[in-house]
């Protein structure tokens, strides 16, 4: 039972426009979120987290909304730029759990030039 | 800046091998993890440590062990490798407080 999914396998997005990266959580106990993105043959890369304390966290181009009411979290990429095509993961984790992650399947991010 | 490294990058294993994977953290993280990456599931948890010699089983321990008799290292062991077992296994540490994980580049594990 995944308790932290990502819909979409795969996005296509034109160079400059916004990406929006979507992730749905079914653990009520989860009060960290983190995104990451990965290259292929590299370990993935800590990109922006968020607290459920906040709804929603900047970073440069990127920010965060979380919607605890809605058990979801999106990222969002403005603008998108060829070298944003990646992997991007959502994870979750629980205070106290030595922020053990659960990590989503993950999407593919394609920007086209 | 944390650096995490792996042994390997790529190995070919056969069916029956006894397999070692090593990780090294230089932050004097307290937490260290292993995970496998496959195609449309994501990163899975195998095995992770929040101390020396301890240890606790994720989500997907079968088949493996862990070994943590340094702090800074991490050994994941394939007692007898199967096929199933063909992955990318990603070794990760964290400090106690917890915050972001910060990811080795990975190694690419072949098993025939």
């Known amino acids: 039972d995944q308790q932290v999914k990502q819909n979409s396998p795969s996005l296509s997005v034109q160079e400059g426009r916004i990406s929006i990266l979507n992730c749905d959580y079914t653990?009520?106990?989860?009060?960290?979120f983190l995104w990451y993105k990965k290259y292929p043959a590299e370990g993935p890369t800590f990109l922006i987290s968020?607290?459920?304390?906040?709804d929603k966290n900047e970073d440069g181009r990127f920010t965060v909304f979380l919607n605890k009411s809605a058990k979801h979290l999106s990222l969002h990429i403005v603008p998108s730029q060829p070298g944003d095509s990646a992997v991007y993961f959502c994870?979750?984790?629980?205070?106290?759990?030595?922020?053990?992650?659960?990590f989503g399947s993950g999407t593919q991010l394609t920007v086209l030039p | 800046d944390v650096k995490v490294t792996q042994s390997s990058r790529y190995l070919v294993k056969r069916t029956g091998e006894k397999v070692f994977l090593e990780c090294v953290q230089d932050?004097?993280?307290?937490?260290m993890f292993w995970y496998r990456q496959d195609p449309g599931l994501g990163l899975r948890l195998i095995y992770f440590?929040?101390?020396?010699?301890?240890?606790e089983k994720g989500d997907i321990p079968e088949g493996y062990s862990v070994s943590r008799e340094k702090k800074e290292r991490f050994s994941l062991i394939l007692e007898s490798a199967s096929t199933n077992q063909t992955s990318m296994y990603l070794c990760?540490?964290?400090?106690?407080?917890?915050?972001?994980?910060?990811f080795g580049p990975g190694t690419r594990l072949t098993v025939t």
């Open positions: 932050m004097d993280h307290e937490n």
């Open positions: 968020i607290s459920s304390i906040k």
């Open positions: 990760a540490s964290t400090a106690p407080r917890g915050g972001e994980q910060y």
């Open positions: 440590s929040y101390d020396v010699k301890m240890k």
């Open positions: 994870a979750a984790s629980i205070s106290g759990s030595a922020r053990q992650l659960t």
């Open positions: 653990n009520s106990m989860f009060d960290y």
